[in-house]
């Protein structure tokens, strides 16, 4: 087994070994789907590469709604099929896979039409649970609630119309940390990893594609990767990488989605919300201290790497979520707010509320397999048949995969140690509440951070503008989670960006310079660092004030990509 710790000298260590050997697989895309694709074929004892032009879980996902879920307007659209596989692979995630990572959650429907409401609604949450049963569910099953019941539940609930309401339980994750999640455990089983690392073109062998070429933004080098198959997991990006090839089987459509974060004193309720929408569904959605609202659904046809969200979208969010609740929340009540992308499948309906989220694999071209569409919750399932369809081509005896009994790096032993948290706040001379943010964030890989807590004791301070990151996730975060930029941490190994009022600026300095001692930044990196994330939080506060997607995307274009030109 090899290490599970993505730091400079592996990054460097494995960039080599990519350009050195000649793998099976190299994957395109470090996001669920590229991650999750890796670990299964390095875990078939495949040798593997995985290429990130970015940085891990950089794109979509790290900004879904953060929920493990069958998803019940599916049940609505009569896809049963990938309900029941969603909440096979929910119950699979939340008990053996990623438990540290994976937590349950509430939602409460409220009611507002006598008698026939309720059992409509109830008939399909009653399928909805019933679906889960057949996957061994874990979770609490519905119940049917009275107008005083959801009430005392959501005292935040607008009592005019209110006749009732119906608690059903789904599960969450922190998208980006089960993610990166995906890549160590790939890298503990032989996955050569790298971020900042983009494939600028496509190797051939007449036909054939036979690997990739590749420029590392950090040092400006430019190198081939050999493989036997290639496996395109780029998401929105999918029809890029397939144009290399000039042509493509698969087409994807990108569908915005925006959330809003509001501090958790703002709506008062005990259960997370779900609304139906003239055009979706609504999920209010409890995050620690906060509440993420969301979600919207629509074309984007600009910008892939940075989507904005414009005015239209924040005031249509709060709009909607304000026709259920007794004090509506304004834009004032809002400290966060972030766009993502989904990858959907082309299909016939001009809604891409329609569009179908069941994925597809398709070989391309001889020797490069896509891979696109599906639900962040079936990621697993969207790898397996990735690498299946790559071993086909492959030949030779190739295990099937196992990934169904392969615990992520953090997971394994995780029960037992939440249950000795104390014992360990005792031990560390940390909180008991700082000592269960770091297993939920870490999971038994806190033996880690507590080591290098002991060599550097005066990390145990929190960030400036957040009680709940200790200053000494950023240097672990910098030596052993492959975070390369100030944004790496602030947005992705924390989550400071969206769930502080300043965006992070207040903590830029003190974990830039954590950064620089682990990642060896001179002042002149350390300034340019910081210039950057300023500049991208002012872009994307100017993005939000404008009245439509392409004045919002010209906008949030004005913070040029830290990752454009790198410091090589």
Not at 73 to 78: A, C, I, K, P, T
Not at 112 to 141: C, F, K
Not at 439 to 454: F, Y
């Amino acid at each position: 087994m090899s290490s599970s710790s993505l730091g400079p000298q592996q990054r460097a260590g494995d960039l080599d070994r990519m350009a050195d050997e000649t793998l099976d697989i190299v994957v395109i895309g470090a996001g669920v789907t590229g991650a999750g694709t890796a670990l299964d074929a390095a875990s078939r004892g495949l040798t593997v590469g995985l290429l990130e032009q970015r940085d891990y879980a950089s794109g979509t996902s790290s900004r879904s709604s953060k929920l493990i879920h069958g998803g019940l307007r599916y049940l609505e659209q009569m896809n049963f099929g990938l309900v029941r596989e969603a909440l096979r692979e929910r119950q699979l995630i939340f008990d053996r896979l990623a438990p540290h990572l994976v937590r349950p959650v509430s939602f409460l429907y409220p009611l507002q039409h006598r008698v026939w409401e309720r059992a409509y609604v109830g008939a399909g949450i009653a399928m909805y649970d019933g679906l889960a049963a057949l996957a061994r569910n874990s979770l609490p099953t519905h119940r049917h609630l009275s107008r005083r019941g959801a009430l005392k539940l959501a005292p935040a609930l607008a009592r005019d119309g209110l006749v009732g309401a119906i608690r059903y339980w789904d599960a969450q994750v922190d998208d980006a940390r089960h993610t990166l999640g995906l890549a160590r455990t790939a890298a503990h089983y032989g996955a050569a990893m790298a971020s900042s690392s983009r494939v600028i073109g496509l190797l051939r062998d007449g036909d054939r594609v036979t690997g990739v070429q590749v420029l590392d933004l950090e040092s400006g080098r430019r190198f081939d990767v050999r493989a036997r198959q290639v496996i395109n997991a780029t998401g929105v990006w999918t029809d890029e990488i397939q144009d290399m090839a000039g042509r493509g089987t698969i087409k994807v459509r990108a569908s915005k989605g925006i959330h809003l974060v509001v501090p958790r004193d703002r709506l008062h309720s005990e259960s997370g919300l779900i609304l139906r929408t003239e055009r979706s569904v609504l999920f209010v959605i409890p995050w620690g201290k906060h509440w993420i609202i969301g979600t919207t659904d629509t074309d984007w046809e600009l910008d892939l790497a940075h989507p904005a969200a414009s005015r239209t979208d924040i005031d249509y969010l709060l709009s909607q979520v304000n026709t259920v609740l007794d004090q509506p929340l304004t834009r004032e009540d809002v400290e966060g707010i972030f766009a993502g992308l989904r990858p959907l499948l082309f299909g016939e309906s001009d809604a891409t509320s329609k569009l179908t989220r069941e994925h597809a694999v398709s070989q391309t071209v001889p020797g490069l397999i896509s891979v696109a569409g599906g639900k962040y919750t079936t990621y697993r399932v969207m790898a397996e048949d990735a690498v299946d369809a790559a071993v086909r081509n492959l030949g030779g005896h190739i295990q099937p995969s196992c990934t169904t009994d392969i615990p992520l790096i953090g997971a394994d032993g995780f029960k037992p140690a939440w249950n000795r948290r104390r014992k360990t706040a005792t031990e560390s001379g940390l909180t008991t509440s700082q000592t269960e943010n770091l297993l939920r964030r870490h999971g038994t890989n806190i033996t880690e951070v507590l080591e290098m807590l002991k060599e550097r004791p005066e990390l145990s301070s929190t960030l400036p503008g957040s009680e709940d990151y200790l200053a000494v996730e950023v240097a672990y975060a910098a030596r052993h989670e492959g975070a390369l930029h100030l944004d790496d941490v602030l947005t992705r190994r924390t989550r400071l960006s969206i769930e502080s009022w300043d965006r992070g600026l207040a903590a830029t300095r003190q974990v830039a310079d954590l950064m620089g001692t682990e990642l060896g930044w001179d002042e002149s990196a350390i300034a340019g660092e910081i210039a950057h994330y300023e500049a991208r939080v002012a872009a994307e506060r100017e993005s939000q004030e404008q009245p439509d997607d392409r004045t919002a995307d010209a906008a949030r274009l004005g913070a040029p990509d830290v990752r454009r030109m790198g410091r090589g």
